[in-house]
Nanobody, 124 residues
Framework: QVQLVESGGGLVQAGGSLRLSCAAS????????MGWFRQAPGKEREFVAG????????AYADSVKGRFTISRDNAKNTVYLQMNSLKPEDTAIYYC?????????????????WGQGTQVTVSS
C-alpha cells in the first residue's frame, strides 16, 4: 500500500490550465501503476488517465484526450496530470490511485491505494 496526497486543484476559467500532483510515500513508487480518476457530484468515479510503472505506456479517457497529459517522476515519487483547455464538465474531485499488481487499468476497482482527492472547478 502506498500513501498518496494530491495537490494543485483550484478554480480556473474555461480554457485555462491546471497541473495536479500526486506525491507518494515510501520507496516503492516506481513499482506502481498510477491512475487519475475524477468524481463529479452525483456521478460515479470515472477514469481519467493512467501511466505504467516506467512511464512508457499511458491511457486516457476519450473525454480528455488531447487536453490532459499524465506523467511521472519516479525520482520524486510523484505523478502529474497536466490539464489544458479545461471545460466546465471537467469540474470534479480528482483522485490519484496506485497499484503494484496491475498494468494500466481504467477500472477504479483495480487500484488498491487512493489519495483523498483535490477539487478542480472550471467556470465558464
Amino acid at each position: 500500500q502506498v500513501q498518496l496526497v494530491e495537490s494543485g486543484g483550484g478554480l480556473v476559467q474555461a480554457g485555462g490550465s491546471l497541473r495536479l500532483s500526486c506525491a507518494a510515500s515510501g520507496r516503492t513508487f516506481s513499482r506502481n501503476t498510477m491512475g487519475w480518476f475524477r468524481q463529479a457530484p452525483g456521478k460515479e468515479r470515472e477514469f481519467v488517465a493512467g501511466i505504467s510503472k516506467d512511464g512508457v505506456s499511458t491511457a486516457y479517457a476519450d473525454s480528455v484526450k488531447g487536453r490532459f497529459t499524465i506523467s511521472r517522476d519516479n525520482a520524486k515519487n510523484t505523478v502529474y496530470l497536466q490539464m489544458n483547455s479545461l471545460k466546465p464538465e471537467d469540474t470534479a474531485i480528482y483522485y490519484c490511485a496506485a497499484d503494484s499488481r496491475i498494468r494500466v487499468d481504467k477500472l477504479a476497482s483495480a487500484y488498491a491505494s487512493w489519495g483523498q482527492g483535490t477539487q478542480v472547478t472550471v467556470s465558464s
